[in-house]
């Protein structure tokens, strides 16, 4: 049975930062392209980064690059999203999710497998 279970998130004021994590189970971890989406209210999900896990190489979206970094523990099967320099518009609902075949796609079809999703919300 594959999961990706999300923890991390909640409240922080503009300029603050916070850490996401999203542990993969049920999966040949290594395989797969993992990316974080995130999606407010009437939205479509937004790809916001992701990484191919076998090699470590990263893509971001160009609203959060030199903002946001994605990082792995290979060993734990676990993808982090460290989120810098938090902004009001970063508000939304924050997934993870896992992808044999996504490339560094942020077409949400692509991905196989979703996190549960965790609430990040920035303050001004």
């Known amino acids: 049975q594959v999961q990706l279970v999300q923890s991390g998130g909640g409240s922080v004021q503009a300029g603050g930062s916070l850490r996401l994590s999203c542990s993969a189970s049920?999966?040949?971890?290594?395989?797969?392209?993992l990316a974080w989406f995130r999606q407010t209210p009437g939205s479509e999900r937004e790809g916001v980064g992701s990484?191919?896990?076998?090699?470590?190489?990263?893509h971001y979206a160009d609203s959060v690059k030199d903002r946001f970094t994605i990082s792995q523990d290979r060993d734990n099967n676990t993808m982090y999203l460290q989120m810098n320099s938090l902004k009001p518009e970063d508000t939304a609902m924050y997934y993870c999710a896992a992808g044999l075949r996504a490339g560094f796609s942020w077409i949400p079809g692509r991905y196989n497998y979703w996190g549960q999703g965790t609430q990040v919300t920035v303050s001004s």
């Open positions: 990484i191919y896990a076998g090699s470590g190489a990263t």
């Open positions: 049920g999966i040949i971890y290594p395989s797969y392209y």
